[in-house]
């Protein structure tokens, strides 16, 4: 700085600079002083521009220092910029002439200490209840014996070796790794896009879409674990379509994934065990199955069996049953054969007594004859025409019913009257007739059945 003030003040104890001259002075002085720097200090103002770029302020109980993040930088961040967040960053001073302001342009950013972490943690924790996201009602059920098991995980660790050989171990199935970064700069993003890219698997691969996600870490710090508290990683896992199974820390740790994930392990290795079940177990227990059914058949076809016994002790024997039949049918047929033999014996006699006797035969005929004679002329004296011969006649009403009394003829309209040589119509005018009758004081109780 001195150097530039005697080369441009020539000796003059005021030398003459432009605005832009000392802006340009200040901003190499400042950017050279304070190429790399580290600070501490609370968020506040955090705003996130259209542009992708973060502007906030960062503050102490004395004073205000004003910082930007890049779009490209903010998005390797393991934290987000939140207000009231205490961090320590990494960056650089330099000054904006525009305003005659200095700023820090941030480059790395971390929670400062594990308190700052657990108030952001507890933060959004009741942010996402409140929200929803860890409601018992979104939750999937695991499969009981999935075929394929999609894993994301570092490619490179115990993680993925504790997995697969527990699954071996106990009903080998097949696994997909998608390998991950699982702490550090970016590891939240490309966490969530693992899960998105296994739910879309079908689409974009060869392979079919697993039966059950496992998202696994080991343990270690806050920190180290805080990507698995990211809110992309947690709408991922919440979006999911296939059921999710976390596995991050020991059983101890406890992140905002636990809480969204359709299941919880306490670690990777029983993450494998939620995962599919033991083939020796169920081997048991399918053979224990298999040999209750067995006895259960055998006992209930020997009940069966004793009970068709028990029937068949009351039931007679068939054979017997069958030769009294056979016996009794024989006995018929005997009986019907004597029988006709005495019939046609019978008949042969009367042909026999006919042929010798033949005036006997003209006697019978003769006989049946005035019978019948006889039968006739009574039928005759009895039938419709001779009664009606006799003088008596038949009434009918007009439904074609023969009128028997008096209380019948009343309630007919019209009547058919048979003779002997024809038969006439009259109509029924007895009510008018005895109305007339009353009027003239019961002079007459004749009624006429002819209307003329």
Not at 112 to 119: E, F
Not at 151 to 170: E, F, K, L, Q, Y
Request: charged share 25%.
């Amino acid at each position: 700085m001195e150097d530039w003030f005697k080369q441009n003040t020539q000796g003059n104890l005021e030398p003459e600079l432009t605005v832009s001259e000392i802006s340009a002075v200040i901003k190499k002085c400042v950017e050279t002083t304070f190429a790399r720097v580290r600070v501490r200090g609370e968020i506040f103002g955090a705003k996130r521009a259209d542009s992708g770029h973060w502007y906030l302020s960062l503050k102490d109980e004395n004073a205000v220092l004003s910082a930007v993040i890049w779009r490209g930088v903010a998005l390797n961040f393991a934290i987000k910029p939140e207000d009231g967040l205490e961090v320590v960053v990494t960056g650089k001073i330099t000054t904006f002439a525009g305003k005659s302001s200095y700023q820090l342009v941030i480059e790395q950013m971390e929670a400062a200490g594990v308190g700052a972490l657990l108030k952001l943690l507890e933060e959004r924790k009741q942010a996402f209840a409140k929200e929803g996201l860890f409601d018992i009602a979104h939750k999937k059920n695991i499969p009981f014996l999935p075929k394929t098991i999609g894993v994301i995980t570092s490619a490179s660790g115990a993680v993925i070796r504790d997995i697969i050989h527990r699954v071996r171990d106990r009903f080998p199935s097949h696994i997909l790794l998608i390998p991950t970064p699982v702490q550090g700069e970016g590891s939240a993003v490309k966490i969530a896009q693992a899960i998105k890219d296994f739910n879309r698997l079908d689409e974009i691969s060869s392979f079919s879409k697993p039966d059950v996600l496992i998202v696994a870490r080991g343990g270690g710090s806050l920190e180290d674990l805080w990507p698995f508290n990211e809110e992309c990683v947690v709408r991922a896992v919440y979006d999911s379509n296939i059921p999710v199974i976390s596995a991050v820390g020991h059983e101890t740790d406890t992140m905002l994934i636990d809480y969204v994930a359709d299941k919880r392990a306490p670690t990777p290795t029983g993450a494998a065990e939620f995962a599919v079940p033991v083939r020796s177990e169920l081997q048991i227990r399918v053979n224990n199955l298999e040999q209750r059914l067995k006895n259960n058949m055998l006992r209930y076809f020997s009940e069966r069996q004793n009970f068709l016994i028990a029937l068949a002790r009351g039931i007679p024997n068939l054979t017997q049953i069958l030769q009294e039949a056979v016996q009794k049918f024989d006995t018929r047929v005997e009986r019907v054969n004597l029988a006709f033999r005495n019939l046609l014996k019978d008949k042969a006699s009367q042909i026999a007594l006919c042929r010798l006797q033949p005036l006997s035969v003209k006697k019978i005929i003769e006989k049946n004859q005035d019978y019948l004679k006889h039968l006739w002329a009574v039928m005759s004296s009895v039938s419709v025409g001779s009664v009606l011969a006799r003088g008596f006649a038949w009434v009918k009403d007009e439904k074609g019913q023969t009128v028997y009394n008096a209380k019948q003829a009343a309630s007919a309209k019209e009547f058919v009257i048979n003779f002997a040589d024809g038969q006439a119509n009259a109509i029924n005018i007895a009510p008018q007739h005895n109305k007339r009758t009353k009027d003239k004081n019961n002079e007459t109780n004749q009624i006429s059945l002819f209307d003329l």
